[in-house]
């Protein structure tokens, strides 16, 4: 099983987006470009309507 359909266990800090872009100074873009790479770890969704 991939770390993609882990369910977040307690402990884990998730980020959105914005979290990301405002800690590390980089782009959205970048983020979906190092994401894509494997470079980031891919989103995950910790409820029906949430994506962190």
Known sequence: MDDTSRTPQAGD???DLK????KTGLS???IY???A???FPA???PGP???A
Do not use: N
């Not at 979290?19 to 405002?22: E, L, W, Y």
């Open 19 to 22: 979290v990301v872009a405002g």
């Open 13 to 15: 800090e998730l980020w």
């Open 33 to 35: 470009a190092y994401v």
């Open 37 to 39: 790479g494997g470079i």
């Open 49 to 51: 309507r949430r994506v």
């Open 28 to 30: 959205r873009s970048t």
């Open 43 to 45: 989103q995950r969704r």
